[in-house]
């Protein structure tokens, strides 16, 4: 069973270290240059967990005007992150933008139903 979790949820201390890591190891592939803290607390970020195991996280935040969402995980979570962004998708009632850095990403936002805009910009429609 999935289980989510926030920052201000106080089983978040339990596993912070261990998704600190895992943002900073995954870091360099999502482009975000923010650190770990500053992500933490200044996004809606939403920790993930399967029976008390880390899948990973996702964070949504406002740039121009529009909604994003950022994600990282643990490696060959697929399936799991499939659920974990469906999930989350309908907890917001406005188009969530996305920017694919590979093709494994753009693939799993085509597979929730976000479209191209062009080039690696996604969104998906409410």
């Known amino acids: 069973m999935i289980e989510v979790l926030i920052p201000a949820d106080s089983k978040f201390k339990e596993y912070e270290n261990q998704i600190r890591v895992l ?44 909604l994003f969402l950022n994600a990282f995980s ?22 969530i933008y996305a920017e694919a850095q590979n093709r494994a990403s753009a693939f799993t936002l085509l597979r929730c139903g976000f479209k191209r805009v062009k080039g690696n910009l996604f969104v998906y429609k409410k």
């Open 23 to 66: 943002y900073e190891v995954n870091q360099e592939k999502i482009t975000d240059t923010n650190s770990f803290d500053f992500v933490r607390d200044n996004t809606f970020f939403y920790l993930f967990l399967n029976d008390e195991e880390i899948i990973g996280a996702i964070y949504f935040f406002k740039t121009e005007g529009k």
């Open 74 to 95: 643990k490696p060959k979570r697929h399936l799991l992150n499939l659920s974990c962004l469906n999930l989350s998708l309908s907890w917001f009632n406005c188009d």
